[in-house]
């Protein structure tokens, strides 16, 4: 096995979706059956996927693999030296574990879809849209340099604008996609700018290299304050993408598209690829900049998790879920338990796909209905559908057994690890907190779909299972969701090849462990949330006894929430109405989202309405009064030049003409050609002369 052969396997997991994007998109409106080549393409990707995570794990477990070369070269340039762009590929443990991740959801996407899809009038572009969201999201997965990440970064925000806004015939869609592309790029925004300090300071976009350079203490503009400030920056590009707080207004409107793209996209490829970038540039995160990204991943967990407790759109309980969950993995990495991230961010997406491919089996069984409130008894028209929408429910909750128990008990265990040796207990408890309110609305969700009585009776009659293609990747990814894919204990990941081998990459840690490096312990020891204690025995021994407490206190409270949800919706012991009559500010602050919305259109797009309208008065007012004035002085001074040459000028010219030819006349008269008249004229002339000389 060589390691050109994974360079060229990279190399067409990549290229190939893009070649399904060109072919169908060209050819989709005279080939009605083009979509199954992009189905083809997508399958070898996948293939070749599976072959690259196998061939890396088996042959290459510890060693990272790195191809270049240069894009375009500066030569010299002052004050930097010789400046190269490079583009190149990283193929390390996590790269072919996301990349499978990413092909395996995008081709169960494309099977779902093919039966979901069916019959619409632009069925060929939908599947190239997803050909080009697979290649654009792979080139992030792939990549070895922040420069090359972000050109894909921006990649899949297009493929974002276009699947949300498929059906832009809709108003709701197509302000939908608008809303995802502006509110992404206020991240970005700030994600470019920590990229160009990088390059700045570090004359390179490669990871590698930077990482490299800050262990031997270079820093941005020599300081600490700016390191931090560059890693801040760079996490508002995952702020955007992976829709934290205060940016997560987007996803949830994202749902106006197809339910298939809600299932790649916004629940498990897309939304991630900020999880993905943070752990890339977890080596540069300060201490303080990792406290940041803990808190907005905290309020990311809590706040949507307290707002999917009272939606009844099913695909928007499922979107409120998943930027929760997606708060789990961002403050994870904040209190620097980037394995646990990792690894939820993995069995999320199965287990969350599972869940949006489920909920769109539901909705094309009940004629695209998307209310909760108007189903129930479904279990009974869908089992297949129920059992692996009830297997990845448990999954997402934390019960034993399944990969999300695992992944999310690893990462309520580093909160408290941290918390013990930081003094920063608000993080473990807003984890569990959410961890109970998560198995309360997800399991509100199934009794109101698949348990109670059927409330649209003629809905409920014509109801019915989905087709094989839509049911197969709902089994595989509920068979996904259980424990022994990852581990042999059910208990515990540490033991396990996921954890102990697959993630373990030294180099993402090395510079975090290092860059303290040239502070006394004095300092480490003030600064107590100093990722340094990251690597410490302390924090070992911390993990290690918080392990049992956590998964006993976290097993507790999704028991807690499962069954206070059966009490209130299954057995009806409590009215869930007159609860929410006498919590009405608490259930309405809910119900609508604690008004983001609105104070968000009542302030930053109020004020930019504002300066729109203000500049359009501006320039109707001011400019074109100023451009008009000057039209209007300009006419009015040539009318007058032009009269002024007119009756002046011409006047004046033409009077002297007439005038020469009124002379010219009068003298003619005496232009007679008789000497005898000229004769007398002189005499004439000279008795008029001699009398004025006389008088003088």
């Keep these: 096995m060589h390691e050109s052969l994974l360079i060229n396997i990279a190399i067409a997991v990549l290229f190939l979706p893009l070649l399904g994007f060109v072919v169908t998109l060209l050819l989709g409106k005279k080939l009605k059956s083009v979509f199954i080549f992009e189905n083809l393409i997508i399958t070898v990707s996948f293939i070749a996927a599976v072959y690259l995570l196998f061939s890396k794990l088996s042959f290459f477990p510890d060693k990272n693999i790195v191809a270049e070369f240069e894009w375009f070269g500066f030569g010299i340039v002052p004050f930097f030296g010789e400046v190269s762009v490079k583009l190149g590929f990283l193929i390390d443990n996590i790269t072919v574990i996301m990349l499978f991740t990413v092909a395996l959801i995008s081709m169960l996407v494309h099977f779902f879809s093919i039966a979901y899809m069916k019959g619409d009038e632009r069925y060929n572009r939908y599947f190239a849209y997803l050909g080009i969201f697979t290649f654009s999201m792979n080139g992030i997965v792939l990549t070895h340099n922040i420069l090359m990440m972000y050109i894909f970064w921006e990649l899949v925000g297009l493929s974002s604008y276009l699947l949300i806004g498929f059906w832009f015939e809709k108003k709701s ?202 189903m129930g008894g479904l279990r009974k028209k869908l089992p297949l559908t129920y059992a692996t929408f009830l297997i990845s429910a448990l ?116 510079p975090s462990q290092t860059r303290f490096d040239f502070m006394n312990d004095s300092d480490v020891n003030v600064n107590k949330t100093s990722n340094t204690v990251m690597y410490s025995q302390s924090y070992s021994d911390a993990m290690h006894s918080a392990h049992f407490p956590a998964m006993i206190l976290s097993l507790l409270v999704a028991g807690l929430g499962i069954l206070l949800a059966f009490y209130v919706y299954q057995w009806k012991k409590l009215n869930a109405d007159s609860i929410a009559a006498k919590i009405k500010p608490l259930y309405e602050f809910s119900l609508n989202k604690w008004y983001f919305d609105e104070f968000y259109n009542s302030t930053f797009v109020a004020f930019t309405l504002g300066i729109s309208r203000l500049s359009a008065w501006f320039d109707k007012k001011i400019i074109d009064g100023i451009v008009d004035g000057s039209a209007t002085v300009t006419r009015h001074i040539a009318s007058f030049s032009g009269n002024f040459d007119k009756y002046v000028v011409d006047g004046l010219v033409n009077f002297t003409a007439y005038l020469s030819g009124f002379i010219g006349i009068l003298f003619r008269r005496f232009q007679t050609g008789k000497v005898q008249t000229y004769i007398v004229l002189v005499i004439f002339s000279i008795v008029i002369l001699l009398f004025v000389f006389k008088n003088f």
């Design 395 to 510: 999954a997402i909750s934390g019960i034993p057994l399944t990969s999300g128990f695992l992944s999310k008990d690893g990462i309520l265990a580093s909160s408290v690890a941290f918390a013990s040796l930081t003094g920063h207990w608000l993080f473990p408890i807003v984890g569990f907190l959410v961890a109970s309110l998560t198995a309360f609305y997800m399991f509100r969700l199934i009794i109101l779909t698949f348990h109670s009585e059927p409330v649209d009776h003629h809905k409920f009659e014509h109801a019915h299972e989905s087709p094989f293609a839509m049911v197969m990747p709902l089994v595989v990814l509920a068979g996904l969701s259980f424990f022994i894919w990852y581990t042999p204990n059910p208990i515990n990941a540490d033991s396990g090849w996921m954890i102990s081998k697959w993630i373990n990459n030294p180099e993402l840690h090395t």
């Design 173 to 374: 869609a197509s302000d939908a996609a608008k809303k995802a592309f502006i509110v992404n790029r206020i991240g970005d925004l700030g994600m470019f700018a920590g990229i160009l300090i990088l390059f700045l300071t570090y004359n390179t976009f490669s990871f590698s290299e930077i990482f490299t350079q800050l262990s031997e203490g270079v820093l941005p503009f020599d300081s600490h304050v700016w390191l931090t400030v560059t890693g801040i920056l760079l996490f508002g590009g995952a702020i955007g993408k992976s829709a934290q707080f205060p940016l997560h207004v987007w996803l949830p409107d994202a749902m106006e598209g197809p339910t298939p793209v809600s299932a790649l996209i916004h629940a498990a490829t897309m939304v991630a690829a900020g999880v993905y970038l943070v752990v890339r540039i977890f080596g540069l995160l300060t201490a303080d900049a990792m406290l940041f990204i803990a808190v907005i991943g905290m309020l990311s967990a809590f706040i949507p998790a307290t707002i999917a407790l009272t939606q009844n759109d099913i695909k928007k309980v499922l979107a409120y879920s998943t930027v929760s969950q997606l708060g789990y993995m961002i403050m994870a990495l904040g209190v620097g338990a980037y394995k646990f991230a990792f690894f939820h961010l993995i069995t999320h997406a199965f287990f969350k796909a599972c869940l949006f491919l489920g909920s769109g089996s539901v909705i094309h069984a009940m004629h695209h209905e998307q209310d909760i409130t108007k």
